[in-house]
C-alpha cells in the first residue's frame, strides 16, 4: 500500500506528540480536529453534541497516545475513540436525530469546499443526499470517500466487521444513485 505525505506526516507528528512534543501535539490536533468534528457530527446529527464528543475524545487520545502500538494505526484509532463516544452520548441521553438547515452543515463542512463550479454543486447535492441515510451508512461513506480511510480502516475506527462496512456503502451508493435517478430504494 502506498503512503501518500499527509499520512506520513501525520504518523511522525503522532509519534512525536507520544514523545511529549507539544509543538507536534498542537499540530496534531489542528489536522485532526476538523475531521473528528465532522465524523461525530456525521454520527451525532447535532453540532454541539458532536463538539463536545470529540472535545471529550482528545481527552482520551492523549492518554492513550503512548499505548498506540502502530502509530500508522492512528487515523483509525481516533476515529474509533470518537465513534465509540458518540455511541456513549446517544444511549445515554437518548438524543433525537434531528436534520440540520442547510447553513449548520455549511458551518461543520467549512473548508471542504474548494472545488469550483459544476464540481462543486454536484458535490453539495451528494452531500445533501447522503444526510437522509442512516447514521452508519453515512458514517462508512463519508469515511470512504471523504476521510479516504480503507474498509479495513473504517472497520476499526466504527467497531464493525470489514463485511458490515462493504454491506453499508453498497446500501448508501444505491440509495444515493436511486435518489438521485429519482427513485426509491426501500432498503436501509
Given at each position: 500500500?502506498?503512503?501518500?505525505?499527509?499520512?506520513?506526516?501525520?504518523?511522525?507528528?503522532?509519534?512525536?506528540?507520544?514523545?511529549?512534543?507539544?509543538?507536534?501535539?498542537?499540530?496534531?490536533?489542528?489536522?485532526?480536529?476538523?475531521?473528528?468534528?465532522?465524523?461525530?457530527?456525521?454520527?451525532?446529527?447535532?453540532?454541539?453534541?458532536?463538539?463536545?464528543?470529540?472535545?471529550?475524545?482528545?481527552?482520551?487520545?492523549?492518554?492513550?497516545?503512548?499505548?498506540?502500538?502502530?502509530?500508522?494505526?492512528?487515523?483509525?484509532?481516533?476515529?474509533?475513540?470518537?465513534?465509540r463516544?458518540?455511541?456513549?452520548?446517544?444511549?445515554?441521553?437518548?438524543?433525537?436525530?434531528?436534520?440540520?438547515?442547510?447553513?449548520?452543515?455549511?458551518?461543520?463542512?467549512?473548508?471542504?469546499?474548494?472545488?469550483?463550479?459544476?464540481?462543486?454543486?454536484e458535490?453539495?447535492?451528494?452531500?445533501?443526499?447522503?444526510?437522509?441515510?442512516?447514521?452508519?451508512?453515512?458514517?462508512?461513506?463519508?469515511?470512504?470517500?471523504l476521510?479516504?480511510?480503507?474498509?479495513?480502516?473504517?472497520?476499526?475506527?466504527?467497531?464493525?466487521?470489514?463485511?458490515?462496512?462493504?454491506?453499508?456503502?453498497?446500501?448508501?451508493?444505491?440509495?444515493?444513485?436511486?435518489?438521485?435517478?429519482?427513485?426509491?430504494?426501500?432498503?436501509?
Open positions: 500500500m502506498q503512503r501518500d505525505t499527509e499520512r506520513i506526516l501525520d504518523e511522525y507528528l503522532a509519534a512525536a506528540a507520544r514523545t511529549g512534543d507539544r509543538a507536534a501535539w498542537e499540530r496534531l490536533v489542528t489536522r485532526w480536529q476538523p475531521r473528528l468534528l465532522r465524523h461525530a457530527w456525521r454520527l451525532t446529527g447535532h453540532p454541539d453534541l458532536a463538539r463536545d464528543m470529540v472535545q471529550e475524545a482528545w481527552l482520551e487520545i492523549v492518554r492513550g497516545l503512548r499505548r498506540l502500538d502502530d502509530i500508522a494505526a492512528f487515523p483509525a484509532w481516533a476515529f474509533r475513540i470518537v465513534t463516544r458518540c455511541a456513549r452520548a446517544i444511549r445515554g441521553r437518548q438524543v433525537e436525530r434531528t436534520r440540520l438547515v442547510d447553513a449548520e452543515l455549511d458551518t461543520v463542512m467549512a473548508g471542504e469546499q474548494d472545488e469550483a463550479g459544476e464540481r462543486a454543486s458535490l453539495a447535492i451528494v452531500r445533501a443526499e447522503m444526510q437522509g441515510l442512516p447514521a452508519p451508512q453515512r458514517a462508512a461513506l463519508s469515511l470512504f470517500y476521510e479516504d480511510l480503507s474498509v479495513a480502516e473504517i472497520a476499526v475506527a466504527l467497531d464493525v466487521p470489514p463485511g458490515t462496512v462493504k454491506t453499508r456503502l453498497m446500501h448508501a451508493r444505491r440509495k444515493i444513485r436511486a435518489r438521485l435517478e429519482g427513485s426509491s430504494d426501500g432498503q436501509d
